[in-house]
C-alpha cells in the first residue's frame, strides 16, 4: 500500500543529482585542504573539479530555489508556523528518546507538509543559509583576480576560506547526519525509498 506522495519527481531527481554534487565537492575539498591524501593523481585537476562542481551546485541551487519559489513549495514545506513552534519541544523529545522505543514520530508527511518543524528548521538553513554562502564564496575563489574588490570588501582572503570552509564542515556534518536519519523509517531504506517512489510510508 501506498502513503503519502510527498517528493515531485523533479525534486527527486534533484536530490540524486545534487546528492553526487555535494559528495565530489567534499572529496575535492579534502584534497585540496590536504594535499598529501591522493584521491585524484594531478593537484590542478582537482582544482579544477571542485570549480566546476562549484558551479554545478550553484545551478542545482538555483532549479531547487525557482521550482519552489514558482509551485509554492516555500509556504507548504518550509514557512514555519505558529503550531510548528508549538510542536518542537515535542518532536525533540521524538529524537531523543522516543525513536530509540519504538515510539511514533509525532509528525505525519502530507503532500501539503511533508516536513516536521525540526527538519523545516535545519533544511532551510541548508538550502537558503549555508547554501548560498558556500556557493557564492567558491564563485569568488573561482577568480580571484576577478573578484579581487569583492573578496577584499568581505575582508580578505584569509576570511573568504574561513567562511568557506566552515560552511563546509557544517555540509559535511549535515550530510553525516542526514544519512543516519534516512536509515530511521519504518524500515532501514523507507526514507530512502520515498526519495526514489516518491511516495512515503
Known amino acids: 500500500m501506498k502513503g503519502a506522495y510527498i517528493h515531485p519527481l523533479p525534486i527527486r531527481i534533484w536530490h540524486w543529482i545534487n546528492a553526487f554534487i555535494?559528495?565530489?565537492?567534499?572529496?575535492?575539498?579534502?584534497?585540496?585542504?590536504?594535499?598529501?591524501?591522493?584521491?585524484?593523481?594531478?593537484?590542478?585537476n582537482v582544482?579544477?573539479?571542485?570549480?566546476?562542481?562549484?558551479?554545478?551546485?550553484?545551478?542545482?541551487?538555483?532549479?531547487?530555489?525557482?521550482?519552489?519559489?514558482?509551485?509554492?513549495?516555500?509556504?507548504?514545506?518550509y514557512l514555519l508556523r505558529l503550531k510548528d513552534?508549538?510542536?518542537?519541544?515535542?518532536?525533540?523529545?521524538?529524537?531523543?528518546?522516543?525513536?530509540?522505543?519504538?515510539?511514533?514520530?509525532?509528525?505525519?508527511p502530507t503532500g501539503d507538509n511533508k516536513f516536521n518543524p525540526m527538519q523545516k528548521i535545519t533544511y532551510a538553513a541548508i538550502m537558503l543559509i549555508f547554501t548560498p554562502v558556500i556557493a557564492f564564496t567558491g564563485i569568488l575563489f573561482s577568480d580571484i583576480l576577478y573578484f579581487f574588490a569583492w573578496i577584499n570588501a568581505l575582508g580578505g582572503l584569509r576570511v573568504l576560506?574561513?567562511?568557506?570552509?566552515?560552511?563546509?564542515?557544517?555540509?559535511?556534518?549535515?550530510?553525516?547526519?542526514?544519512?543516519?536519519?534516512?536509515?530511521?523509517?519504518?524500515?532501514?531504506?523507507?526514507?530512502?525509498?520515498?526519495?526514489?517512489?516518491g511516495y512515503e510510508d
Open 22 to 44: 555535494v559528495i565530489m565537492l567534499i572529496i575535492t575539498g579534502i584534497q585540496m585542504r590536504m594535499p598529501y591524501i591522493s584521491i585524484f593523481e594531478s593537484y590542478r
Open 47 to 77: 582544482v579544477l573539479l571542485h570549480k566546476y562542481f562549484g558551479y554545478a551546485m550553484t545551478l542545482s541551487f538555483l532549479f531547487w530555489f525557482f521550482f519552489y519559489l514558482i509551485t509554492g513549495g516555500f509556504k507548504k514545506h
Open 85 to 108: 513552534i508549538k510542536a518542537i519541544p515535542e518532536q525533540a523529545k521524538y529524537y531523543m528518546f522516543g525513536i530509540f522505543r519504538a515510539r511514533k514520530n509525532p509528525h505525519t
Open 161 to 197: 576560506d574561513a567562511i568557506h570552509v566552515m560552511s563546509a564542515y557544517i555540509f559535511v556534518f549535515y550530510l553525516i547526519v542526514h544519512l543516519y536519519m534516512s536509515t530511521l523509517g519504518k524500515r532501514f531504506y523507507s526514507h530512502i525509498k520515498s526519495m526514489i517512489t
